[in-house]
């Protein structure tokens, strides 16, 4: 049996122009992205894990300026060809090179089920570095009480596009913000009705829910 792609951008490669083309839940998107801009002092955004970069273009929209990273060239392709006012790089979302104090909010939605455990507490570290004083987190994803992760066999409908998807619990990922020396965590069950009736989704309990922090 295949193991599942080590390299999950690699999987959206050849399904980026359909991806981005499709909505999934507006409501939700909206909701999230207003729940990000209350907590947000300044301008200076990150969005990770882009995607197609449709909710860092709307934050753009709002007045921030956005730098949008992925490791997938063809996501990083539709963004700076749709949304020229946002600055697309091709970044590790675990390991993003910026300056200490960079920006003044992080936001991602969906991107962290393809961060392993092993890896959480690094990339929260590099967040809370990149972040000014006052600075906020913020992140949207799936968790179950059900299980810890699960395997995709046919991502994007490919047969054989096999992607491993993390499942952090929510009360997990707020202990390892404590731990690196985040505070003020909020976490926020988040209706979406879309992902709720997918069938893999129904099947491993997964629920979803936002979760924010600032740099003291
Ligand atoms: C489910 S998609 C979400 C995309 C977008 N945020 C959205 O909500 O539609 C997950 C994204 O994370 C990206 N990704 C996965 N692992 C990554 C990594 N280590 N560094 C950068 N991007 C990564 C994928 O390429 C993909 O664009």
């Known amino acids: 049996m295949s193991q599942p792609n080590d390299k999950p ?9 359909d991806y981005a083309s499709e909505q999934d839940d507006p409501k939700m998107r909206d909701r999230c992205r207003t729940m990000f801009l209350d907590l947000l002092r300044g301008k200076r955004v990150l969005e990770l894990g882009c995607g197609p970069g449709h909710d860092g273009a709307k934050l753009q929209e709002a007045g921030c300026n956005v730098t949008s990273i992925d490791l997938c060239e063809s996501f990083l392709e539709y963004g700076r ?9 091709c970044m590790d ?6 300056e200490s104090n960079t920006f003044d909010g992080i936001f991602g939605m969906a991107c962290f089920c393809h961060v392993p455990k092993e890896n959480v507490k690094k990339a929260l570290g590099n967040y809370l570095d990149i972040l000014q004083t006052g600075g ?3 992140l949207c994803h799936g968790d179950s009480e059900q299980v810890d992760g699960y395997v995709v066999d046919d ?4 047969e054989g596009n096999k992607v491993e998807i993390f499942c952090h619990h929510r009360d997990v990922l707020k202990t390892s913000l404590e731990e690196v ?30 979760i924010s922090a600032k740099k003291p």
């Open 93 to 98: 979302i675990e390991d993003p090179s910026f």
């Open 9 to 17: 951008y690699l999987a959206y490669e050849s399904i980026a122009e």
């Open 136 to 138: 906020s987190l913020f």
């Open 181 to 210: 020396g985040f505070d003020e965590i909020q976490v926020t069950h988040i209706d979406c009705p879309f992902y709720e009736e997918m069938p893999r989704l129904k099947k491993n309990g997964i629920r979803m829910y936002a």
């Open 81 to 89: 060809r749709t949304y020229p006012n946002v600055d697309f790089q």
């Open 155 to 158: 991502w994007g409908g490919i």
